[in-house]
């Protein structure tokens, strides 16, 4: 099993490697800061346990009125989506830029658009980018294999839960500690994605 510190190097290493795929498709996307359509209206923000990680150590780094400001905008995001209503990224600022844009997660990285968004135009991205992208986001999981992929919000909570930080922290898979919740809030299990693509 990979130390947690060696997965975190890894993930910028993933990334880094789709982004340069990428790279020439990108090129006249409409994609600017200040445009957050994929942010309020586009979809799911899917993570992994392990970019949920990164978030956590960003989110503790913050001044103590910010974390708590970020930690009810994420509550606030899983109620609205055990609902089912709409909610916007609790990561959006106000000036429509992204709080943790440095370290943002892939589902956020691999969304481009070659024109600006809006209702009657979604997003427009390649074929191929979407196929890089699902491929990616299967490596991520792998690497990922003692934990979990689902919505954000969902993720971050399971990670403000110290009995299952620790466990996941030192490299323990217990999905039945986890079950009910992840089967109410379609939470999968990284292993089982491994699993299947040996």
Known sequence: MMCMYRKLDKIKDIYKRF??????????????????YCCTDAGSIDIT???GLVILE??????????VKVNKALA?????REK????VCPFLMKNKACMIYEIRPFSCRR?????VCNQDNPPKLSRKVMKMAENTIRELQTLDDTGYSGHIS???HMLKAPKFLSNYLAGEHKP?????FGKTHNIVINLNISDSLK
Not at 76 to 80: S, T, Y
């Open 49 to 51: 346990t392990l970019e």
């Open 176 to 180: 039945g500690d986890v079950m009910a």
């Open 76 to 80: 606030g995001d899983l109620k609205k």
């Open 154 to 156: 969902y993720i971050m």
């Open 111 to 115: 969304i481009y658009s070659v024109h």
């Open 58 to 67: 960003k989110i503790r780094s913050l001044l103590r009125p910010q974390q």
């Open 19 to 36: 982004e340069t795929e990428a790279a020439a498709y990108k090129e006249n996307a409409a994609c600017r800061k200040g445009c957050a």
């Open 84 to 87: 089912g209503q709409h909610s």
